[in-house]
Nanobody, 120 residues
Framework: QVQLVESGGGLVQPGGSLRLSCAASGRFFSINDMRWYRQAPGKERELVAAITRGGGTTYTDSVKGRFAISRDNAKNTVYLQMNSLKPEDTAVYYC??????????????WGQGTQVTVSS
């Protein structure tokens, strides 16, 4: 019922920037919390940044001051601006959204992921 499609990943040199986008489509009453996760080879998926419907944000310590999460509720889209990228940021980045399908409650949905590679 809800589909999340990420875009904007790619190969970038250390110190460079990328902007990830995630657009939600389908049938739902509302989208509440939206997040970006990432998963590097051999490691567990970790939370990178989160944003509430009202715009409140949370970041993992390793990206504070470098990454910025934002959203456009009218477009049902969340963004992740990544600056000063480091090789340690290399991972598959996943979009997450908590959507209310019925009045009973909300449920989590995941995108397919987009590869970000930081290398010289």
């Amino acid at each position: 019922q809800v589909q999340l499609v990420e875009s904007g990943g790619g190969l970038v040199q250390p110190g460079g920037s990328l902007r990830l986008s995630c657009a939600a489509s389908g049938r739902f009453f509302s989208i509440n919390d939206m997040r970006w996760y990432r998963q590097a080879p051999g490691k567990e998926r970790e939370l990178v940044a989160a944003i509430t419907r009202g715009g409140g944000t949370t970041y993992t310590d390793s990206v504070k001051g470098r990454f910025a999460i934002s959203r456009d509720n009218a477009k049902n889209t969340v963004y992740l601006q990544m600056n000063s990228l480091k090789p340690e940021d290399t991972a598959v980045y996943y979009c997450y959204a908590e959507a209310s399908i019925t009045f009973a409650g909300s449920y989590p949905y995941w995108g397919q992921g987009t590869q970000v590679t930081v290398s010289s």
